[in-house]
T-cell receptor
Framework: GAVVSQHPSRVICKSGTSVKIECRSLDFQATTMFWYRQFPKKSLMLMATSNEGSKATYEQGVEKDKFLINHASLTLSTLTVTSAHPEDSSFYIC???????????????FGPGTRLTVT | DAKTTQPTSMDCAEGRAANLPCNHSTISGNEYVYWYRQIHSQGPQYIIHGLKNNETNEMASLIITEDRKSSTLILPHATLRDTAVYYCIVSMDSNYQLIWGAGTKLIIKP
């Protein structure tokens, strides 16, 4: 159980275009979903936290008008990179959390990531 | 900033136990210790987490010191597929954001 999918796995787009990345929790309803980006040989950097039906909370330095997050349901969140530029090229990873139990607390599961290349 | 300190890299022979240390001297009483790993170009994989008791699951064991200021992740019989970057994270709950440090690059050698 606890599978998170992302689509697409890889995307190449031209500078100035927009790209949408989907994140789905396949076998559970996610309390919260998170979006990260990761540059080569670096650790994950949190971009935003998203709860179903409410606006995402963005981390400092992340432009909310450039990285649009929509959390339409308990199993789906989307990240749209608008007016993409080459510096937006990165590995984007989503995660979803669920309550595992009263004693064990929450568990956070990650998608396989989306490799975005902007030319 | 990450609240944990881990060695940058470690080697382990295939079939042996891999012991990965983590220091978290500023951990709060309500914070859990989480371990994830990331194989190259994939999303992180949850391994195990604990509060103060030692924990074991099908993947690994987690040993937390009595003062909770450090912990050790044990992979009992390492295989080549265990080569990855291992992250130790402290957080109140993984429903909250996880702050990622640099992790330990574990290389399993034949």
């Amino acid at each position: 159980g606890a599978v998170v999918s992302q689509h697409p796995s890889r995307v190449i787009c031209k500078s100035g275009t927009s790209v949408k990345i989907e994140c789905r929790s396949l076998d559970f309803q996610a309390t919260t979903m998170f979006w990260y980006r990761q540059f080569p040989k670096k650790s994950l950097m949190l971009m935003a936290t998203s709860n179903e039906g409410s606006k995402a909370t963005y981390e400092q330095g992340v432009e909310k008008d450039k990285f649009l997050i929509n959390h339409a349901s308990l199993t789906l969140s989307t990240l749209t990179v608008t007016s993409a530029h080459p510096e937006d090229s990165s590995f984007y990873i989503c995660s979803a959390s669920r309550l595992a139990g009263k004693l064990t607390g929450y568990e956070q599961y990650f998608g396989p990531g989306t490799r975005l290349t902007v030319t | 900033d990450a609240k944990t300190t881990q060695p940058t890299s470690m080697d382990c022979a295939e079939g042996r136990a891999a012991n990965l240390p983590c220091n978290h001297s500023t951990i709060s009483g309500n914070e859990y210790v989480y371990w994830y790993r990331q194989i190259h170009s994939q999303g992180p994989q949850y391994i195990i987490h604990g509060l103060k008791n030692n924990e074991t699951n099908e993947m690994a064991s987690l040993i937390i010191t009595e003062d909770r200021k450090s912990s050790t992740l044990i992979l009992p019989h390492a295989t080549l597929r265990d080569t990855a970057v291992y992250y130790c994270i402290v957080s109140m709950d993984s429903n909250y954001q996880l702050i990622w440090g640099a992790g330990t690059k574990l290389i399993i050698k034949p």
